[in-house]
């Protein structure tokens, strides 16, 4: 006789498996400095190790969600543990750039199998209403996983824990979700009923999708792209680099809790407006605000990068239904991976911002806040282009969903009466 399968069990093992997922980026982030004082790498060098981060997370989440349901969950979570086992102490023994691109990449295959894995496994775990409700609740381990995650960096930096030590604390929740994972049922993956493969694919063309597609690629950079710099863009603006992604990620879970009634009153394509524009200055704040000021330009982006991912995924799912979850995958892929073509791009800005800064005679802090700037000014370039973009897809989709409605008013209006109907 089969065990059944234990909901709870399989949740709480999604969730910390995700909390590895943001530990990894967190982490990574606060010993960003100290890698690059050990190894002597540039700010171009760290930009290609931390680009294998995003790189391997569509690698292994496209993969992972086109074969769900040949090999199931639990398979893809047996190799998320390996390859994030693997990858943390590979980090932790480097000895140097090559090792680190190399165990980077096994963390972000990692980190790609979790999300690929755990989304559609708590979606087959549930049923009726609890599946958004608990989906809902998984996702919040991301920002809420990278507060703890920052938080804890930013004290064992302060006592002069090295970062070898960082990088052992991420084996706690990897442990805690194989532990978890083990021994259990997983559910059945559910078939997709009137949908095939072949469908999602010839659905890829539709205009939304393609739009959405682009778009991104845009949002998720200007999303990671400052988060993952904090530590060294930051450093010298007066503000804790890790106090301020603590803040940005724990106004992003709360508001992620409360992403209901905002997507209801404003309509995806007025929150992907909004966000936008709010993700720009915010941006642009950072690059000209020290002090307390560079905490209220971190308000002011977690309020306008909060929605980005998930209400991408809701509208693609709403709006360009027939792509199922092949869509899905290539969405968060083409986010992964335009975050980690960009982090060497980033990494080369700071790197010349630093030349230029420096012979113009500025020198210590003063280069570094000025570099730091500089480049976060160059960012926001990537928010201001899809306030144009989302005001284009507001208009659209305002146009599109009037349509809808009356059409639906005219198949109304033209039904038969029921009640009035002969027997």
Not at 57 to 70: A, D, E, H, Q
Not at 340 to 347: E, H, M, V
Not at 361 to 379: F, M, N
Not at 388 to 395: G, K, N, P
């Amino acid at each position: 006789m089969s065990k059944q399968v234990n909901e709870r069990i399989l949740f709480w093992g999604s969730c910390f498996a995700l909390i590895t997922t943001a530990f990894t980026f967190a982490i990574r982030t606060g010993i960003l400095p100290q890698l690059g004082d050990q190894f002597g790498l540039s700010a171009e060098q760290l930009g290609f190790i931390n680009s294998m981060w995003f790189l391997g997370f569509p690698i292994s989440m496209v993969l992972g969600g086109i074969f769900y349901n040949s090999i199931g969950p639990k398979r893809i979570m047996q190799f998320a543990f390996v390859v994030h086992t693997l990858g943390i102490i590979l980090t932790i023994y480097a000895g140097g750039y090559t090792l680190l691109l190399i165990s980077t990449l096994l963390i972000g295959l990692g980190n790609g199998c979790t999300e690929a894995a755990c989304n559609p496994m708590i979606a087959d775990a549930y049923t009726g209403s609890k599946v958004d409700k608990m989906l809902n609740r998984f996702h919040m381990w991301f920002p809420g996983g990278i507060v703890l995650g920052s938080l804890i960096s930013k004290f064992m930096t302060d006592f002069a824990l090295g970062w070898q030590a960082q990088m052992w604390i991420i084996m706690i929740p990897t442990i805690i979700y194989a532990a978890l994972f083990y021994g259990q049922t997983f559910p059945k993956p559910k078939l997709e009923e009137m949908r095939s493969l072949k469908e999602n694919v010839k659905a890829l063309g539709s205009p939304v999708f393609i739009f959405l597609f682009f778009c991104f690629a845009l949002t998720a950079i200007s999303e990671f792209g400052p988060q993952q710099w904090t530590s060294i863009v930051l450093a010298q603006s007066g503000a804790s680099p890790m106090l301020i992604l603590a803040l940005v990620t724990g106004l992003m879970a709360v508001g992620r809790f409360f992403a209901g009634p905002v997507v209801e009153t404003l309509g995806q394509p007025g929150v992907l407006l909004g966000g936008s524009v709010f993700a720009t200055i915010g941006i642009y704040m950072f690059s000209i605000s020290t002090g307390i000021m560079a905490y209220v330009a971190a308000v002011l982006f977690a309020i306008g990068i909060c929605y980005f991912w998930p209400v991408m995924l809701g509208t693609a799912a709403k709006r360009a239904p027939k792509t199922g979850a092949l869509g899905l995958s290539l969405l968060g892929a083409i986010g992964m991976f335009s975050t980690s073509i960009f982090q060497p791009i980033i990494g080369g800005w700071i790197d010349s911002a630093r030349s230029t800064y420096a012979d113009m005679g500025l020198s210590g802090s003063e280069l570094e806040l000025a570099a730091g700037q500089a480049t976060l000014a160059q960012i926001a370039i990537f928010p201001l282009i899809l306030i144009v973009l989302f005001t284009i897809f507001y208009i659209w989709q305002k146009k599109s969903d009037r349509k809808t409605v009356d059409e639906m008013a005219q198949t109304t209006a033209s039904a038969p009466n029921i009640a009035n109907a002969p027997d």
